[in-house]
Structure formats: C-alpha cells, structure tokens
C-alpha cells in the first residue's frame, strides 16, 4: 500500500509548504516531485514519483487538479 495519501495530508495541512512546492513545480517539476520523494523518506512514509503521480491524478480537489494540468510538463 502506497504512503502517498498520507504524505500527501501531511504537506497540504502546511500552507507554507503547500504553496512553496505549487511555485517549485511551476518553474522545475521533476525536482518538485524529487522533493516530495525526499520529504516522505524524512517524515518515514517513503514514496516512489510514479505513486506520488498516481495519486495526485486520483485526487478530485481542484486546486490540485490546477496544480497538476500546471505541473505536467515534468510529472
């Protein structure tokens, strides 16, 4: 079973995070997802970049859906 749900409850319920990684993945979204990687090896839910993709495509919120349609050139 994949972490990505909960490390993805994790980074939205940080703003600051949140907006940090929206603004990375805008100008560099294949180290965007490298750092989502990164930080679910640092928070113990390790997470390949096809899971984080994967389950980012699932999600039905729009602001990510937005964030997705922006960020695809590099996820």
């Keep these: 079973m994949s972490n990505a749900p909960q490390l993805y409850a994790r980074i939205s319920a940080d703003a ?28 113990g839910l ?11 495509a699932s999600l039905e919120d729009g602001d990510t859906k937005q964030w997705l349609v922006k960020a695809r050139g590099g996820l």
């Design 16 to 43: 600051a995070l949140t907006q940090d990684l929206f603004r990375q993945a805008l100008q560099d979204p294949s180290g965007a997802l490298q750092r989502i990687v990164a930080l679910g090896e640092a928070e």
């Design 46 to 56: 390790p997470v390949s970049p096809e899971e984080v993709k994967a389950h980012i």
